[in-house]
């Protein structure tokens, strides 16, 4: 497992890389081949950012989070890594092999409130369709804004392939390109 520190503005101290180098060796109990974790920290307004981003051959975790104290931000950022893991984890062992397209939506509505199988696997209780043409990403980012929503689904004229643009939270937009392998 490669561990990259990236420092926005300045470098990253030695104490955070002692600190953090430790913790970031547990991440394999939850998934084994972890080929890199990406740290990045940026400090704006006595407020510390820490990214954490750890790529393994089929999937990408990510957590950011930003407090006063550097270490603490740390910590809440693999705090939630390490969450995703672990529900990563326990829907691959309890993987139904069930198509998302049988699921029932009426399925959700049948258990009680705050049952444990609601937390364990997500139950899909609606369903959309929606006709598109192609269009561009510009053109998708105006459809977006019009209709209100956080991301919109658009096939990209130039690739002839689906796409999604999506409002970032630090400003502006962001577009998502698939690739299939």
Avoid: C, W
Avoid at 4 to 31: C, M, N
Avoid at 34 to 62: A, D, H, K, W, Y
Avoid at 65 to 72: A, C, T, Y
């Amino acid at each position: 497992m490669r561990v990259d520190f990236i420092a926005k503005h300045g470098s990253v101290p030695q104490y955070f890389r002692a600190h953090a180098e430790p913790r970031l060796e547990g991440l394999s109990q939850y998934v084994r081949k972890i080929q890199e974790v990406r740290i990045s920290l940026l400090e704006q307004r006595g407020r510390f950012t820490v990214e954490i981003t750890v790529n393994t051959p089929r999937n990408i975790f990510r957590s950011e989070k930003r407090v006063g104290d550097l270490l603490e931000a740390f910590d809440e950022a693999l705090d939630a890594i390490e969450k995703q893991m672990r529900r990563h984890k326990s829907r691959i062992r309890d993987h139904a092999k069930t198509s998302v397209r049988r699921l029932e939506p009426a399925a959700a509505e049948t258990e009680p409130a705050g049952h444990a199988a609601d937390q364990e696997r997500p139950v899909i209780v609606r369903t959309k369709r929606h006709r598109t043409k192609p269009m561009t990403a510009e053109e998708a980012a105006q459809q977006l804004e019009m209709v209100g929503h956080d991301f919109f689904l658009f096939i990209d004229s130039a690739t002839n392939e689906p796409a999604v643009v999506y409002r970032r939270t630090a400003g502006g937009y962001g577009l998502i390109e698939l690739e299939v392998g």
